[in-house]
């Protein structure tokens, strides 16, 4: 492996890394009740909403920065960040011809044309653009089978029974330490609500693009998929390249009553820094659901971006026969770390959990799978099956793993499975003899050792993060 | 002039020097036979032809056709129509064997500036071929060579050199670990693929495979060197008075090594 290789291929430009030149409404930097009060003011929020956002906010004047994961970063000021950024025209979400069409470019700029019609045909996107919600589209189209697929900030205003009812019961406001800050100072996001029994007639995805410098990304994301109902999620993320990092706070809340599925995708390309370790974002997100009798949730994730990701998307299986599913790909290049696994908690009889993480660490990249399997009492019968692997490219990386199994029923099955390998000179060499570039050979033998997790993705989007593994991965091997 | 011409060849591996100065023409369409003791630096020598970075060369030469190979990388040697079928072939979880052979055809299909096959095209290709080493259609689509028994890993080599077309064949100890009916498999695949256009290199540590794959030319190597040469009767000769004839040591002595392609 030569140095030169991998440093002539490493400078290789992050693509999503422009700044679109859109004039904003953006809060001073700083963080107190006042700014709260601001932001709620400015999106005409019900008083219980603010009253949540208050409470939260003391809460977490309460709340250390937690310590324990395996990353380490010079402590954020966040008295320095600014908790809102919206584009200065307020676009009605009704028709697009009333976004501002330098959004419309970032967002084709980036592969993601709103024009529905350049759309694929069965992918609805709501676009949020730093603070807010910028379009939804194929709205009418969801509408008709009663389908509710908005921004936050509408589901404000629209349903505000459902949110009422909804919001913070799967992440309480008091979670954590970020979970918290989110609670009180997130400005959108998206919200799905599937009907009884409907399945949902189409791929729903958000888009997240952070744009103004010092600003933190806060949204939320709320699905409630009622009895019997189905859904398949996915949402994609990536910001600007810009020298100093970026907080993104966000938090999922996925409910799955009984009966329905939830599958939920995240493709997230967010800036991951320079070959340095200069710059990039901070991505530390809550993500849980709660899976009902007889629910299912499924979180697959292909983590390629950011300077530090730090996430957990757990499930509480709290129903009986509930099923939990997580797959994941994390890939760390450079100076890129992670710190990602899931929660399993066990509560209802014969419930199910399966986990499969694939780590890859390249460059100088740190990669920790953290997990725990937790089965209570009350859970007869309860089995989990985990899977953790680690490829290594190169001799400067790291990957690590962290299972925690707590089991307080005996007639519980837990299976843990662990390997690590590199990707040998023998495998190089073989793809080699037959003609293939090394390049190429790194991405297919990469590819591989993903497929399990790939192919839990919706099929449009499993093409594209292979290619963006096959991106972020370049110049890996020298 | 010979399809494969290597003059004066020398490699090494660190500091120790493995090669120290092979000569070896080979013609279109024949198969030439190398044998020897362990450690005699054969299987360093089919490294050294494919290009395996592992290796330094510090003198001579080799060509294909005229074309000198050493400052190519292995992916443009295999363009040029060089093959190895290792003799232990790598596993490569979750990659296709199909996949990955298609992507190996439409590489070098690229560099001579051909047309890629498309799926289609390329299955009803292959499937043909496979019939070669009665290869099955279940077993093509798993990964590569994950979970394969010796001789489906053997036979699978087999099968991508059917499908890569190459003009120069290097097989590396292709008999090791078979047992008699995978190697009579093994070498009707190959001797199916002998054509006068095609030149061979015959790596094994015994004669019993020159029994299936008759050889023009036979080479015994010792010590990075080629101490004798001859017609097929020099293989059957070494099998009858064993390595220690030329005054060889081999570590674990030809006949230990026997009872391990029978296992």
Redesign the interface.
């Known amino acids: 492996m030569t140095t030169d290789t991998l440093q002539e291929l490493t400078r290789r430009p992050y693509a999503a890394g422009f700044v679109s030149a859109v004039e904003a409404d953006t809060f001073p930097p700083g963080l107190n009740e006042d700014v709260i009060r601001a932001l709620s003011e400015k999106k005409g929020e019900p008083p219980f909403l603010l009253e949540w956002r208050l409470k939260s906010y003391r809460h977490w004047l309460t709340l250390r920065e937690p310590t324990w994961q395996a990353v380490t970063y010079k402590s954020i000021d966040y008295q320095a960040i600014s908790y809102y950024s919206a584009p200065k025209f307020k676009p009605k979400k009704d028709s697009l011809d009333e976004v501002d069409p330098e959004i419309l470019r970032t967002y084709e700029k980036l592969g993601i044309p709103l024009v529905e019609q350049q759309r694929l045909q069965n992918v609805a996107v709501d676009a949020v653009f730093d603070s807010v919600s910028v379009a939804t589209t194929f709205k009418d189209k969801l509408a008709k089978a009663g389908v509710i697929f908005c921004s936050f900030s509408e589901a404000v205003r629209e349903h505000p029974e459902l949110l009422r009812k909804y919001l913070g019961s799967v992440v309480p406001h008091s979670d954590n330490f970020f979970a918290a800050l989110n609670s009180a100072v997130f400005s959108d996001g998206s919200f799905v609500y599937i009907p009884k029994g409907v399945r949902c007639p189409m791929e729903l995805s958000t888009y997240f693009r952070i744009n103004a410098a010092e600003t933190g990304q806060f949204e939320r994301t709320l699905i409630v998929a009622d009895e019997g109902s189905y859904v398949s999620y996915l949402e994609g993320c990536t910001a600007p390249q810009r020298d100093t990092n970026q907080l993104h706070a966000a938090v999922v809340e996925l409910v799955a009553l009984k009966g329905a599925t939830i599958k939920y995708s995240t493709v997230q390309n967010w800036y991951p820094g320079d070959a340095e370790g200069k710059g990039g974002i901070y991505n530390f997100v809550t993500k849980r659901g709660i899976a009902h009798e007889r629910a299912k949730i499924s979180w697959t994730q292909v983590e390629t971006g950011s300077a530090i990701t730090w996430k957990y998307p757990s499930v509480i299986l709290k129903g009986d026969d509930s099923v939990g599913e997580f797959y994941s790909v994390a890939l760390t290049n450079n100076l890129q770390q992670a710190d990602t696994g899931t929660k399993m908690v066990h509560l209802g009889k014969n419930t199910r959990s399966t986990i499969v993480s694939k780590g890859i660490s390249a460059g100088r990249g740190q990669n920790t799978y953290r997990g725990l399997v937790k089965v209570l009492k009350s859970a007869e019968n309860a089995r989990n099956y985990t899977q953790c692997d680690s490829l290594l490219l190169g001799d400067k990386c790291g990957a690590h793993t962290v299972p925690y199994i707590e089991v307080k029923n005996a007639s519980a099955q837990v299976e843990h499975e662990a390997s690590t390998s590199k990707i040998?000179?023998?495998?190089l060499?073989?793809?080699?003899?037959?003609?293939?570039?090394?390049e190429?050979a790194v991405s297919?033998?990469v590819?591989?050792?993903?497929?399990?997790v790939f192919k839990e993705l919706p099929m449009e989007f499993a093409v594209e993060a292979q290619k963006l593994l096959g991106v972020s991965l370049e110049g890996s091997v020298g | 002039m010979a399809l494969l011409s290597v003059r004066n060849l020398h490699a090494r591996v660190g500091d120790k020097d493995i090669l120290k100065g092979i000569d070896l023409e080979v013609g279109a369409g024949e198969v030439h036979a190398i044998m020897g003791p362990n450690g005699s630096g054969k299987s360093t020598l089919a490294s050294v032809l494919?290009?395996?970075?592992?290796y330094e060369v510090t003198k001579g030469e080799v060509l294909l056709d005229g074309k000198s190979l050493l400052e190519l990388?292995?992916?443009a040697?295999?363009?040029e129509g060089?093959?190895?079928a290792?003799q232990?072939?790598?596993?490569?979880?979750?990659?296709g064997n199909l996949h990955?052979?298609r992507?190996?055809?439409n590489?070098?299909r690229r560099?001579k500036g051909l047309e890629e096959l498309d799926a289609m095209d390329f299955l009803q290709m292959a499937k043909e071929k496979s019939k070669l080493v009665q290869l099955d259609a279940a077993f093509m689509n798993r990964?590569v060579n994950e979970g394969f028994s010796g001789g489906e890993k053997k036979r699978n080599e087999i099968f991508?050199m059917a499908v890569?077309e190459p003009r120069l064949a290097i097989l590396d100890e292709t008999d090791s670990g078979l047992d008699i009916d995978a190697l009579r498999t093994v070498a009707g695949g190959v001797n199916g693929l002998r054509s006068p256009q095609r030149a061979m290199v015959v790596i094994t540590h015994y004669q019993r495979l020159l029994d299936y794959i008759v050889p023009d030319k036979v080479h015994v190597m010792a010590s990075g060197r080629i101490i004798r040469s001859g017609g097929r009767e020099l293989a059957l000769e070494l099998e009858e008075k064993g390595y220690g004839w030329l005054g060889l040591q081999d570590g674990k002595g030809a006949a230990t090594k026997g009872g391990e392609a029978r296992r």
């Open positions: 040998g000179e023998d495998q060499f073989y793809c080699r003899q037959r003609g293939i570039s090394q190429d297919m033998i590819n591989g050792f993903c497929r399990q | 494919a290009g395996r970075d592992a990388a292995p992916e040697r295999a363009a060089v093959f190895l290792f232990y072939p790598v596993e490569i979880p979750g990659v990955f052979l992507t190996a055809l590489a070098q560099v990964s991508q890569l």
